[in-house]
């Protein structure tokens, strides 16, 4: 079984173009309600533009570790189930 961060960054190119801002937005805040951001992380993530939003949120939440991945990909078939798809998370 592949570990979650290793499929994140397996798929890590494809997020960054695929996640729009609403969707990312959508995850920044599941991710700090989970505690796997804190509030200097979130706030770092709001002031960028989308595609580097997107390249911040996944490398932080991969440095993470496992778990913190593994939420990642939870919050993302929930917020975006079409995108979970075409990254094979679902």
Do not use: W
């Amino acid at each position: 079984i592949v570990p979650a961060q290793d499929r994140l960054l397996s798929v890590r190119t494809q997020f960054i173009s695929g996640a729009s801002d609403p969707v990312l937005n959508q995850l920044l805040d599941k991710l700090l309600e989970r505690r796997i951001i804190n509030d200097e992380e979130m706030q770092s993530a709001t002031t960028k533009v989308k595609a580097e939003k997107a390249r911040y949120l996944i490398d932080t939440v991969r440095n993470k570790g496992h778990e913190a991945s593994s939420v990642l990909i939870a919050a993302l078939c929930e917020v975006d189930p079409c995108l979970s798809r075409e990254l094979n998370f679902n």
